[in-house]
């Protein structure tokens, strides 16, 4: 297996990203298939979300998808992220977040926001560990923000 990680940018096409959040759903807390499905969530993705993609080969293996569209309210919404389970625990997830952060902050974006299931203890702490703070609970599901400080403004 290549062990070596490429990081790109809205590389990956509907159909790989279908192929990587299917081979995740079991991680997802709860599965992601018994929330919306995959095929068209994927064509969301592909058409509108920011992807910051972690490649082994020909082969996504990490994904953070979000929409940095909202030009009005200035926030960035981070619908996904997900990372196969065998390469769990390398830092990926931390690094296309930290990735998804810098470009939120580019495009003139104020916050990121994010939600996450409140039993998912894991993915919470990486969130914390990347900046975001719980801002609101609405069972089972936790909001997560990020306020950034140059919120697009010119210093």
């Known amino acids: 297996m290549n062990s070596t990680i490429e990081y790109l940018v809205n590389k990956a096409s509907e159909v790989e990203i279908a192929e990587h959040l299917s081979s995740c759903d079991a991680a997802f ?4 298939s018994g929330r919306v499905e995959i095929n068209d969530y994927a064509q969301k993705i592909a058409c509108r979300a920011a992807r910051f993609e972690a490649w082994s080969g020909d082969k996504l293996v990490g994904l953070v998808a979000a929409y940095c569209n909202d030009q009005e309210k200035r926030i960035a919404y981070i619908t996904s992220v997900s ?3 065998t390469r769990t625990g390398k830092g990926i997830a931390a690094r296309l977040m930290k990735q998804c952060i810098e470009y939120a ?3 003139g974006m104020w916050q990121v926001s994010l939600e996450v299931a409140s039993d998912n203890a894991p993915a919470i702490r990486m969130y914390e560990k990347s900046g975001f703070d719980a801002v ?20």
């Not at 807390?29 to 992601?32: E, G, R, S, T, Y």
């Not at 609101?136 to 210093?155: C, D, Q, R, V, W």
């Open 29 to 32: 807390i709860p599965p992601l």
């Open 136 to 155: 609101k609970s609405n069972a089972p599901f936790i909001t997560m923000n990020l306020y950034l400080k140059s919120g697009g403004k010119h210093e």
């Open 105 to 107: 902050k580019a495009t």
């Open 83 to 85: 990372v196969l389970k």
